[in-house]
């Protein structure tokens, strides 16, 4: 089990940094929300209730006294339902996660977190005008609406952040637009929501968006007409069929679909998710790798010609190797003690284009720096022998967009991982 080790610094440029274990690559987060039909309205059979392990919720509501063990912000199990416990059953998000975890490597773990209220408009997930939207719904709304503590994009974006701490996300799934049909703005709106998720949570610019389409017959049909026009908003927009699906839930509207169609329908999300991500869904390597022991001097220690540096980092070491104690170039830095060394990391800063990191170790060793995007994408890296005292490595931002990034900073056994959102 990985150690945490926090910390908080404040310094210019708006970098603000924040410590704890590295999020696994191999566990991969998908955002899921809606109305009515991403709540699931399918009544949850036996069959529904047995989940492979690697299928994990992040309980996102207020109250989960209808699912054991669900607390706001806890990993459970995906044992439905996977929204809320206000009327919430089975719905397309659990099957899509099951054929994800069915149909991807072993080693890959697969977290979904659902937002979902019925009857609401795009409106409701308008992060500057959901207030407005949210005070004038009937009570029955209202009640669900407070499920998410009355803000439910502001509530997905909090689990986002927390999921975030743990594994990387991958895509989003979207069933919504029913209560929408007749309006025309639609798409633009459902962008602007994707778009404001990207940024708050310091996204790439590949994100999937998968939106399904409603039941083609019943009184909210026309609401395909929107969806088919949410790919012209984004490349990263597709479009989910449900074509076949025609049974309805006898809600006397044809509204909602059957427990088996709801099945079939994650499956259909599943299938296509795989299919835009490719390779991108393949298991990676852990984002903290380790390290072989550091030899003790630098006499044994690999010659400089050895080290592994990308282009976009490089370090300097102190010339007066035995000259500095650690309690004089610690300030503000993080010590973790082990058996062998000690590894710290001073007060990072920027310098013109350069990210200085100060570095103090107490042996001589190699010295690894990483920097991940939040999607597990290494985006600079360098491994480079470290005298005894400080050291000092620079990582270039040129190509470093402005977003979330996870700094790895290891040497040995001893590893610190910090949490980097960075403002150009």
């Given at each position: 089990?990985?150690?945490?080790?926090?910390v908080?610094?404040f310094?210019?440029?708006?970098l603000?940094?924040?410590?704890?274990?590295?999020?696994?690559?191999?566990?991969?987060?998908y955002?899921a929300?809606?109305?009515?039909?991403?709540?699931g309205?399918?009544?949850?059979?036996?069959q529904?209730?047995s989940?492979?392990e690697?299928?994990?919720?992040?309980?996102?509501?207020?109250a989960g006294?209808?699912?054991?063990?669900?607390?706001?912000?806890?990993?459970?199990?995906?044992v439905?339902p996977?929204a809320?416990c206000?009327?919430?059953?089975?719905?397309?998000?659990?099957?899509?996660?099951?054929?994800?975890?069915?149909?991807?490597?072993?080693?890959?773990?697969?977290?979904?977190?659902?937002?979902?209220?019925?009857?609401?408009?795009?409106?409701?997930?308008?992060?500057?005008?959901?207030?407005?939207?949210?005070?004038?719904?009937?009570?029955?709304?209202?009640?669900?609406?407070?499920?998410?503590?009355?803000?439910?994009?502001?509530?997905?974006?909090?689990?986002a952040?927390?999921?975030?701490?743990?594994?990387?996300?991958?895509?989003?799934?979207?069933?919504?637009?029913?209560t929408?049909?007749?309006?025309?703005?639609?798409?633009?709106k459902?962008?602007?929501?994707?778009?404001?998720?990207?940024?708050?949570?310091?996204?790439?610019s590949?994100?999937?968006?998968?939106a399904?389409?409603?039941?083609?017959?019943?009184?909210?049909?026309?609401?395909?007409?929107?969806?088919?026009?949410?790919?012209?908003?984004?490349k990263?927009f597709?479009?989910?069929s449900?074509?076949?699906?025609?049974?309805?839930?006898?809600?006397?509207?044809?509204?909602?679909?059957?427990?088996q169609?709801?099945?079939?329908?994650?499956k259909?999300?599943?299938?296509?998710?795989?299919?835009v991500?490719?390779?991108?869904?393949k298991?990676?390597?852990?984002?903290?790798s380790?390290?072989?022991?550091?030899?003790?001097?630098?006499?044994?220690?690999?010659?400089?010609?050895?080290?592994?540096?990308?282009?976009?980092?490089?370090?300097h070491?102190?010339?007066?190797?035995?000259?500095?104690?650690?309690?004089?170039?610690?300030?503000?830095?993080?010590?973790?003690?082990?058996?062998?060394?000690v590894l710290?990391?001073?007060?990072?800063?920027?310098?013109?284009?350069?990210?200085?990191?100060?570095?103090?170790?107490m042996?001589?060793?190699?010295?690894?720096?990483?920097?991940?995007?939040?999607?597990?994408?290494?985006?600079?890296?360098?491994?480079?022998v470290?005298?005894r005292?400080?050291?000092?490595?620079?990582?270039?931002?040129?190509?470093?967009?402005?977003?979330?990034?996870m700094?790895?900073?290891?040497?040995g056994?001893?590893?610190?991982?910090?949490r980097?959102e960075?403002?150009r």
């Open positions: 089990m990985k150690v945490s080790h926090i908080s610094l310094f210019g440029f708006g603000a940094v924040s410590s704890f274990a590295a999020p696994d690559p191999n566990f991969h987060i955002l929300f809606g109305q009515s039909n991403m709540e309205q399918g009544d949850i059979g036996s529904d209730k989940v492979d690697r299928f994990q919720l992040l309980w996102s509501a207020d006294s209808c699912n054991q063990g669900a607390s706001k912000g806890k990993w459970i199990k995906a439905p996977l809320h206000q009327g919430a059953k089975l719905g397309p998000a659990d099957y899509f996660g099951r054929t994800m975890v069915e149909k991807t490597d072993p080693q890959i773990k697969v977290g979904i977190i659902v937002v979902a209220v019925a009857g609401c408009s795009i409106d409701l997930f308008d992060k500057n005008g959901y207030a407005n939207y949210a005070r004038s719904q009937q009570s029955w709304m209202t009640q669900r609406i407070n499920t998410y503590g009355g803000n439910p994009y502001g509530r997905m974006i909090e689990m952040k927390k999921a975030q701490e743990e594994g990387v996300i991958k895509g989003i799934i979207f069933h919504q637009g029913e929408d049909a007749g309006n025309g703005q639609w798409p633009s459902v962008k602007n929501v994707y778009d404001n998720i990207i940024k708050d949570l310091g996204l790439g590949d994100i999937p968006f998968l399904g389409e409603v039941l083609r017959s019943g009184v909210s049909s026309g609401a395909n007409n929107n969806i088919a026009k949410l790919p012209q908003q984004s990263n597709y479009v989910v449900s074509e076949g699906f025609n049974q309805a839930l006898g809600d006397g509207q044809n509204v909602h679909f059957t427990s169609e709801y099945r079939d329908f994650g259909r999300y599943g299938e296509k998710m795989i299919e991500l490719g390779d991108k869904i298991p990676a390597a852990s984002a903290v380790s390290s072989s022991e550091a030899p003790a001097s630098s006499a044994t220690a690999p010659a400089s010609s050895e080290r592994v540096a990308s282009s976009s980092s490089r370090s070491r102190s010339s007066n190797s035995h000259g500095f104690g650690l309690s004089s170039s610690t300030t503000g830095g993080i010590v973790i003690p082990n058996a062998t060394h710290s990391v001073g007060k990072v800063a920027f310098d013109g284009n350069m990210l200085q990191v100060p570095l103090t170790v042996r001589t060793g190699v010295v690894h720096v990483r920097l991940y995007s939040v999607l597990g994408n290494e985006v600079a890296s360098i491994a480079d470290m005298n005292g400080a050291n000092s490595v620079q990582i270039s931002r040129k190509n470093i967009p402005s977003g979330v990034y700094m790895s900073v290891q040497m056994s001893s590893s610190i991982t910090k980097i960075l403002n």
